[in-house]
């Protein structure tokens, strides 16, 4: 038989023919036996699952296995995974984390808290002048300190105020 | 009574006939020299602020005549050109661990005498609408007190009511001066003396229209413009091109440089013990005065031409291009 000529379009096999062909095979399938399997074959194969799985290191089958997860359920955790970004990202926008020296921290300052947060004003100006540069912190929590003394009269009577022993701030 | 608050006054002013004292800022630099000897006593001046106000609001100057055992303190408000002036009275008591403090107004005629200097000038230009260049009305002052020589005291001079409540003032602390040590006389002790005095160059009167208050130091200079600056010394000094080219006689100085002569006609003896002297003298040509102060010398007597200080020695080597 030539095998060209089986194969060629002019040797299509005929409906008919098909039929045929399967029921021979089919006949041939239920004749084959399929041969016994050996006891030596099952030791094989069970050995060698072990040495592949159940002998490698836990932290090893850890790296290298998988998990199989369907469609829908991995498409939702990615889902989920995107939405939470986007939310942490707009939070982290909404507030700084590096407090910056901006006029309306100033007038926050200001308005409520008269006479308290002005004497604390006046000692960060005091250390600022003597104190390193390394101890400044970079965003003053207080305002400004005041250098316009536009406002200043004298005092209408001179007092002397004693500190005793010298206990009075540098 | 006159001459003990001139002495005071020119202990508290010395510093504005002083080279690096060319504008109100540098005079208190100068000036505020927190330490002020008086009686045995050192004082050590700083300036406190409290509220919202900081001390860099106020130019200070002190001044101590031990002959007064007083020390004199200016406070000027910069914002305003307002300025309060007391003085402070140190006593030593038997008890050498207490001091007893005094407090009273800057005198009338301290008061008077700054007007007419280059201090009392600059405050002028610097604020010319004031009505008035004297200090502020005079408050009143605290009995005297007897403190340890380890208290500090606080004077609140300047201060803002309300919810912006500030203050300003003097913080004072005291110790015990130590004896100072002996030491040999030298020519620079000798200081040359110019009280009220005027400036003559080739035979006219240069220094305006009334005599200068005085100066008195080492090294009295004064500044020629289109000439440069002259520094007079009774001594050459080394590394400088000192020349011998004047005379100091009686109340008069005068060298003659190029072809110019020059004259400084005091109203007393320019040196205390008298005699006739050579007059070394060193001109700067580098020199750049402040325009602010020789204004002030305009104001101060009308037609002056020229700025006039006390150079110290060790201050030669800060000038431009002095040295030979």
């Known amino acids: 038989m030539n095998y060209l000529e089986e194969n060629s379009p002019d040797r299509n096999p005929k409906p008919a023919d098909e039929v045929i062909e399967d029921r021979e095979l089919k006949n041939l399938l239920g004749e084959w036996k399929t041969p016994d399997i050996t006891s030596s074959l099952d030791k094989r194969l069970l050995t060698s699952y072990r040495r592949q799985f159940l002998h490698r290191p836990l932290w090893r089958r850890w790296l290298t296995g998988s998990i199989s997860l369907p469609a829908p359920v991995a498409v939702t955790a990615a889902l989920l995974l995107c939405a939470t970004s986007y939310l942490a990202a707009r939070k982290a926008t909404s507030y700084p984390l590096g407090p910056a020296p901006t006029p309306p921290a100033v007038k926050i300052v200001e308005v409520p808290f008269p006479v308290v947060q002005e004497r604390i004003v006046t000692r960060v100006v005091y250390k600022k002048t003597d104190a390193p540069k390394a101890k400044e912190s970079p965003a003053p929590v207080s305002p400004p300190p005041r250098i316009d003394l536009a406002d200043f009269r004298p005092v209408s009577e001179i007092k002397i105020i004693v500190s005793h022993g010298g206990n009075d701030e540098k | ?324």
């Open chain 2, 1 to 324: 009574m006159r001459n003990r608050i001139y002495l005071l006054l020119a202990a508290l002013l010395l510093c504005s006939i002083q080279l690096q004292a060319q504008t109100l800022e540098h005079l208190a630099q100068s000036a505020g020299s927190p330490e002020q000897r008086v009686n045995g006593v050192v004082a050590t001046f700083s300036s406190f602020a409290e509220g919202r106000a900081t001390a860099e609001g106020v130019l200070r100057f002190n001044g101590a005549n031990d002959d007064e055992r007083a020390i004199g303190s200016f406070l000027v408000n910069i914002s305003t050109g307002m300025y309060i002036g007391y003085v402070l009275y140190i006593e030593r008591l038997p008890d050498p661990t207490k001091l007893k403090i005094t407090i009273k107004p800057m005198p009338e005629e301290a008061i008077e005498a700054t007007r007419k200097t280059v201090f009392g000038k600059l405050l002028v230009l610097k604020w010319p609408n004031r009505p008035s260049y004297d200090p502020a009305p005079p408050p009143s002052y605290p009995e005297p007190i007897v403190i340890n020589m380890t208290d500090v005291i606080k004077i609140p001079l300047w201060v803002k009511a309300g919810t912006e409540w500030g203050v300003v003032g003097d913080r004072i602390r005291f110790a015990i001066d130590r004896p100072r040590p002996a030491r040999e006389f030298t020519l620079d002790d000798v200081a040359l003396k110019l009280t009220d005095y005027r400036l003559i160059i080739n035979g006219e009167v240069r220094s305006g229209e009334r005599e200068l208050e005085g100066i008195e130091g080492p090294l009295p200079s004064f500044y020629v413009p289109g000439k440069g600056l002259f520094i007079l010394s009774i001594r050459p000094h080394e590394g400088y091109a000192f020349q011998k080219v004047g005379m100091a006689e009686g109340n008069k100085i005068s060298f003659s440089y190029g072809a110019d002569k020059y004259e400084l006609v005091s109203r007393d003896s320019v040196i205390p013990f008298g005699g006739k002297w050579h007059i070394w003298v060193l001109l700067v040509t580098g020199y750049q005065p402040n325009p602010e102060v020789l204004e002030a010398y305009k104001l101060l007597s009308k037609g002056n031409c020229c700025e006039y200080f006390i150079l110290r020695p060790e201050e030669l080597s800060q000038l431009p291009t002095s040295k030979k």
